[in-house]
């Protein structure tokens, strides 16, 4: 049981790490495409 319940933290662990990846590459390409599209208008 036990060590059923640590692999399972392990799973969230990183499935909050790659949702964190996931909100900072979002974050850079709106950045990204917003430098462009605020010169342009």
Sequence with gaps: MATS???H???IHR???KAKQ???RR???LKA???PG???A
Excluded: L, P, T
């Design 5 to 7: 319940k640590s692999k």
């Design 9 to 11: 933290k392990r799973m």
């Design 15 to 17: 499935f909050k790490q």
């Design 22 to 24: 996931r909100i900072k």
């Design 27 to 29: 974050k850079a390409s």
């Design 33 to 35: 495409a917003a430098a």
């Design 38 to 40: 605020a010169s342009q």
